[in-house]
């Protein structure tokens, strides 16, 4: 399944022309702990390179479920990883699939969504995780400057104690960094 033809398809449901490197995944992934994690939630798995990376570090018993608002992608995703519990829906809805997570990993297109759209997910995310926590996602470089891209990072603030950023990673077309954020306990 290609991320090209979907992003064709359907640009605004497919924020991406091409998939994320495994540089990016790595970054994302890295110190949220998914090694000591339970359940693991993904926000836009696309074709699935952020699902990878998070399957390698998932511990024995933990679970991974995934949401995906793309019907053909969803179907790949579940059929290229049956480990993984795979939900085709919006993450607006995610509280009605998942009750908790130790960790929410997103690959959305957040600089693409409206305010209202951002808040509601951003809501769903708190409202799934435990207390301490994690959330990670990205964000392109060249759109960090974009109304959309800085209110996401000030909404990110406003809900929890601690957001970080990643440095850049320039292996990844267009060039991304990862938000970070954890839970207050």
């Given at each position: 399944m290609s991320i090209t033809r979907e992003f064709l398809r359907a640009p605004a449901h497919t924020g991406a022309i091409a998939a994320s490197s495994r540089r990016l995944a790595s970054a994302v992934v890295a110190g949220i702990g998914v090694e000591r994690a339970a359940h693991?939630?993904?926000?836009?798995?696309?074709?699935?390179?952020?699902?990878?990376a998070l399957l390698t570090r998932l511990g024995?018993?933990?679970?991974?479920?995934?949401?995906?608002?793309?019907p053909r992608l969803a179907e790949a995703l579940a059929q290229?990883?049956?480990?993984?519990?795979?939900i085709t829906g919006s993450a607006e809805h995610l509280a009605r699939h998942v009750r908790t997570a130790d960790v929410v990993v997103s690959g959305l297109p957040w600089a693409l969504f409206p305010r209202a759209r951002q808040e509601r997910?951003?809501?769903?995310?708190?409202?799934?995780?435990?207390?301490?926590?994690?959330?990670?996602?990205?964000?392109?470089?060249?759109?960090?400057?974009?109304p959309a891209a800085r209110r996401f990072e000030a909404a990110l603030a406003r809900r929890f104690g601690f957001v970080g950023r990643s440095r850049v990673v320039w292996g990844n077309l267009p060039p991304a960094f990862v938000h970070r954020a954890a839970v207050t306990p």
């Open positions: 693991v939630v993904e926000l836009g798995p696309g074709t699935g390179v952020f699902t990878e024995p018993g933990a679970r991974l479920t995934a949401v995906e608002v793309n290229r990883h049956e480990r993984v519990e795979v997910v951003l809501d769903q995310v708190g409202e799934v995780l435990v207390p301490g926590g994690r959330f990670a996602t990205f964000a392109y470089l060249h759109a960090a400057w974009l």
